[in-house]
């Protein structure tokens, strides 16, 4: 568990690459809410969406901190020679219930999933894909943050568990509908679970690496398109420059970003530069 002093409410929990595990989540009974809790979140909701039209009630996967038990117990279980970790587990919800979760004392975590997307130029320098939310978006708007990324979607009703591969297809998809960018032919591996208690979410972060060579000056994926609202800009920044950036830019990166990036950095996935 790694968390860093000037981002108190991010702790990362690496992944160790070497035991080939991968977190898996089992699904128990619908989250229900008792009728009193139930009302509030629907009348909290429906402020929300008066301030804010682009939210939208969708199935979502929900977990917490007593579901889980503890994410140590089930981090010491991915270790060589045991390919079969203890699972956590998740319960099928909507999203209104997260979005309310704060202010009807519900301690939840949203399961998602965050890209780390490097690809290199034709000179070989590495760069790493980032994206300015838009002004719509639920939390951290007009703040960096590595891109794509999206909350899952429950599966069909008769799977009964969210394994890599759920990560995986989700991430692919927030490519295609908020970057317009295939990224079906990168090498993807996971690297860690991320806890935001601000934003409520539990990532898993997938590292991608794009095959073929981009042009860093070019802007990489379009933002003028009504469908994809989610980003307002987009970047390649280069991995050998990136410690100066994310010390200039604090301020405009979210917090998840920065403590990702810094914790790359540190333990060398990308490139390593003085800190």
Request: glycine share 6%; charged share 20%.
């Amino acid at each position: 568990m790694i968390s860093h002093p000037d981002i108190p409410t991010i702790t990362i929990h690496p992944l160790a690459p070497e035991s080939g595990a991968s977190p898996r989540f089992d699904l128990l009974p619908a989250l229900n809410p008792p009728p009193p809790i139930a009302t509030a979140i629907d009348q909290l909701w429906a402020e929300l969406r008066s301030t804010n039209p682009r939210l939208h009630d969708g199935p979502i996967l929900l977990t917490s901190p007593e579901d889980c038990a503890t994410t140590v117990r089930f981090l010491r279980t991915i270790v060589p020679g045991n390919p079969t970790p203890t699972p956590f587990v998740a319960r099928r919800a909507s999203y209104k219930t997260l979005a309310t979760a704060a202010d009807v004392g519900l301690d939840v975590r949203a399961l998602g999933v965050q890209a780390l997307l490097t690809a290199r130029d034709k000179s070989g320098a590495e760069h790493l894909l980032l994206g300015r939310r838009g002004s719509e978006t639920r939390i951290y708007q007009g703040l960096w943050e590595n891109a794509p990324s999206g909350t899952l979607t429950p599966p069909p009703p008769n799977e009964s568990s969210i394994t890599l591969s759920h990560f995986t297809q989700t991430l692919l998809n927030e490519g295609l509908e908020e970057l317009g960018l295939n990224l079906a032919a990168a090498n993807i591996s996971p690297i860690a679970l991320l806890d935001d208690a601000e934003a409520r979410s539990l990532d898993l972060v997938l590292k991608l690496t794009f095959p073929d060579p981009i042009n860093p000056l070019a802007t990489p994926c379009p933002t003028n398109d009504a469908h994809r609202w989610e980003y307002a800009g987009t970047c390649w920044a280069p991995t050998a420059q990136l410690a100066e950036w994310v010390e200039r830019n604090a301020r405009a990166i979210s917090p998840p970003t920065r403590a990702i990036l810094l914790w790359t950095m540190q333990r060398g996935v990308l490139t390593r530069t003085a800190l």
